[in-house]
């Protein structure tokens, strides 16, 4: 089975940067999309950003567009979140996931899923 673990969450202040990855392990696997979802407590989980893995195309929610920067490492089999001027509503558990079929933003769309990472924005 594919696995996925995410790294790279922390405590940042409002405008700080963090850069999360994704790593991919187990049998080799292509996902046709890859995709970061996040959920503070108390909410519903929300897509943040999608790849394609073949053609790099991405799509980004709203709210993160012109802050967040997906991108992937094929070599390496990483998948990864640069996340630039954050904000407080920012703070969440970032999950990292992987499609077979779909590139929506939507976690039932996502087959694969990391144990999510922890970033947290203080005003």
């Known amino acids: 089975q594919v696995q996925l673990v995410e790294s790279g969450g922390g405590s940042v202040q409002a405008g700080g940067s963090l850069r999360l990855s994704c790593a991919a392990s187990?049998?080799?696997?292509?996902?046709?999309?890859m995709g970061w979802f996040r959920q503070a407590p108390g909410k519903e989980r929300e897509g943040v950003a999608t790849?394609?893995?073949?053609?790099?195309?991405?799509s980004y929610v709203d709210s993160v567009k012109g802050r967040f920067t997906i991108s992937q490492d094929n070599a390496k089999n990483t998948l990864y979140l640069q996340m630039n001027s954050l904000k407080p509503e920012d703070t969440a558990m970032y999950y990292c996931?992987?499609?077979?079929?779909?590139?929506?933003?939507?976690?039932?769309?996502?087959?694969?899923w990391g144990q999510g990472t922890q970033v947290t924005v203080s005003s």
């Open positions: 996931a992987a499609s077979d079929l779909w590139c929506r933003m939507r976690p039932d769309d996502f087959a694969y």
């Open positions: 187990g049998y080799t696997y292509s996902a046709r999309c």
């Open positions: 790849i394609y893995t073949s053609g790099a195309a991405t």
